[in-house]
């Protein structure tokens, strides 16, 4: 998880943020080390929710009850970041992020409609945070699938080291080129 956290935010040129899980009454951070309760601050209704003034992301995994998602929701939550360090000149190695989408995602984070109001999904911030998300969850997804693969063959690890290399590379490629 760590790792998956540090490559995230190495990508978007983003300063780590303090992750904490809320599990079974208990509160823990990504080192598994017992937090104050008070750290943690997300509604009932919500699995994951991202404090980008304070670079802080929380995660019930109470109301998670497929875990391989965790890693969507932190990739989402991850992205939030990255928006905000954008629009308040946080990120300076920005990759190719339009004034238009920097201003259209100042306006909602300033009135930020939360997962509690009807269409909350439809915002700007939303799509692209859901974007960035299921295109790297896919992306892992998909290596760790061709690692489990390779691995029932004797072909050797470095052809698909190589290969995956290449898969990450094209889909980056085609994420900073397209959007």
Not at 100 to 121: F, G, P, Q
Request: hydrophobic share 40%.
């Amino acid at each position: 998880m760590n790792d998956y956290i540090s490559f995230l935010c190495t990508l978007l040129s983003i300063k780590i943020p303090k992750v904490y899980f809320k599990e079974n009454g208990k509160v823990y951070d990504l080192k598994n080390k017992p937090v104050n309760k008070e750290f943690f601050q997300v509604k009932d209704t919500s699995i994951c929710t991202s404090y980008p003034k304070e670079n802080v992301i929380c995660v019930n995994l109470d109301l998670c009850k497929d875990r391989s998602l965790v890693y969507i929701y932190l990739a989402h939550e991850i992205r939030h970041l990255y928006q905000y360090a954008c629009v308040y000149k946080k990120n300076q190695k920005v990759f190719s992020i339009d004034e238009r989408s920097v201003s259209i995602w100042k306006k909602e984070l300033e009135n930020y409609a939360d997962s509690s109001r009807k269409h909350y999904e439809n915002q700007e911030i939303e799509k692209d945070a859901n974007l960035f998300a299921n295109f790297y969850y896919s992306i892992c997804f998909t290596i760790n699938s061709f690692r489990m693969f390779s691995s029932s063959f004797k072909f050797g690890i470095n052809k698909m080291t190589f290969f995956e290399f290449f898969f990450i590379f094209l889909n980056l490629f085609f994420f900073f080129f397209f959007f």
